[in-house]
């Protein structure tokens, strides 16, 4: 069985994340994501996200192609939480691109293309301006 995991904050989900999702699922037959805590999106990018970590993980549980879900505290234990999860495959969007490379001793390191045009940035501004 290829397990397959990926990372991501996921916050106010949108179109752009269930298919980065189903893309990395068809690579293999189980898929597990790791949902960043809102320490870490503090720490990452000097804000919280708008839903929290308990509804962001409760959300994408929820979706179809997704087998398995935990939190992500720390981008410094990725490694561990690649061989914890028995990962065949991280795959992970192009805006990371070469940035886990590091990791392809462990497991098969893939980026796949963003969907172009879509950010939660973008949703939190258009919100703010209405
Ligand atoms: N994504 C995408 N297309 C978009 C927006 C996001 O394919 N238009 C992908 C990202 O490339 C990422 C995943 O959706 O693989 C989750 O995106 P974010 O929630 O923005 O995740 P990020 O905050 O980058 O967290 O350890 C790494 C982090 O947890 C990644």
Redo the contacts with the bound molecule.
């Keep these: 069985m290829k397990r397959i995991i ?6 106010l989900l949108h179109v ?2 269930i ?2 999702l189903e893309r990395a699922a068809k690579l293999g037959d189980y898929l597990i994501v ?1 949902v ?1 805590s809102d320490e870490l999106n503090i720490a990452k990018k000097g804000r919280a996200p708008v839903y929290s970590t308990a509804d962001r993980v409760e959300i994408i549980q929820s979706i179809r192609c997704v087998d398995k879900v935990f939190v ?1 505290h720390s ?1 410094e234990d ?1 490694g561990k939480y690649i061989q914890e999860a028995g990962a065949d495959i991280l795959v ?2 192009d ?2 691109a070469g940035k886990f490379d590091e990791f392809k001793d462990i497991c098969e390191v893939m980026y796949l293309p ?2 172009e045009g ?3 940035t973008h949703y939190i501004e258009t919100i703010s301006e209405r």
């Design positions: 990926t990372f991501g904050t996921y916050d752009g994340h298919r980065i790791g960043s992500e981008l990725k992970m969007g805006d990371w963003r969907t879509i950010s939660t």
